[in-house]
């Protein structure tokens, strides 16, 4: 069974550009929530969407957004881009359950210059 | 928010050593689970352990729910066991998660 995919795995962008980081959760898992993590600030939880609606989201400043399709797979987009936006994205399934275990993806990281 | 603290951050071992891993939360959780990044920053899954006591080859632990803490033992420690170690908990019904601060360990042959 395939793990948490994200593409693409290492991006670099200069600043006020955007960028889309996608990741497809496990097969049948409806949950996928993503997270940031920088040296100063750690793991920081950005948003968590089940069945196409976003069901909790952190706080980020709007210039963060995410969707999820119907397949499950989602895609965040990080517009505007900032030196500080330089980081670890990580993405993750949730259960069948959903009983709120997740799975993880090998992430994408990003830099800004 | 609820506030999550992993102690001790920084962890030196010799190869074959016992340690002792600990998450303090400040508030109920409902969910609990242990993490070990991986040197590429990969998050893999130790434990999922709302509460009770789990067992995986060398590594176990231990969540007391009612008094807001978990512990991870790690036992005749290996190299390959070197990496950050995260807790991360989640309040009530869907709230977001928080990752706890992290301990890094560093296992030296």
């Known amino acids: 069974k395939a793990g948490v995919t994200q593409t693409p795995r290492y991006l670099i962008k200069t600043r006020g550009q955007q960028v889309t980081l996608s990741c497809s959760p496990i097969s049948g898992h409806r949950s996928v929530s993503w997270y940031q993590q920088t040296p100063g600030q750690g793991l920081q939880f950005l948003f968590e969407y089940f069945s196409e609606t976003q069901r909790n989201k952190g706080n980020f400043p709007g210039r963060f957004s995410g969707r999820q399709f119907s397949n499950s797979r989602s895609e965040m987009n990080v517009s505007t881009l900032e030196l500080g936006d330089s980081a670890l994205y990580l993405c993750?399934?949730?259960?069948?359950?959903?009983?709120?275990?997740?799975?993880f993806g090998e992430g994408s990281r990003l830099t800004v210059l | 928010g609820i506030q999550v603290e992993q102690s001790p951050p920084d962890l030196i071992l010799q190869e074959g050593a016992n340690s002792t891993l600990r998450c303090n939360f400040s508030d109920s959780v409902n969910n609990l689970q242990w993490f070990h990044q991986n040197p590429w920053g990969q998050l893999i899954n130790l434990f999922y352990?709302?509460?009770g006591t789990k067992q995986n080859g060398r590594l176990s632990a231990t969540t007391v729910a009612t008094e807001r803490y978990s512990l991870l033992y790690i036992s005749s420690s290996q190299t390959t066991d070197s990496g950050v170690y995260f807790c991360?908990?989640?309040?009530?019904?869907?709230?977001?998660?928080?990752f706890g601060t992290g301990t890094k360990l560093q296992v030296i042959p």
């Open positions: 352990i709302p509460s």
């Open positions: 993750a399934s949730g259960g069948q359950a959903d009983t709120g275990e997740l799975f």
């Open positions: 991360a908990v989640r309040t009530g019904g869907y709230q977001k998660v928080t």
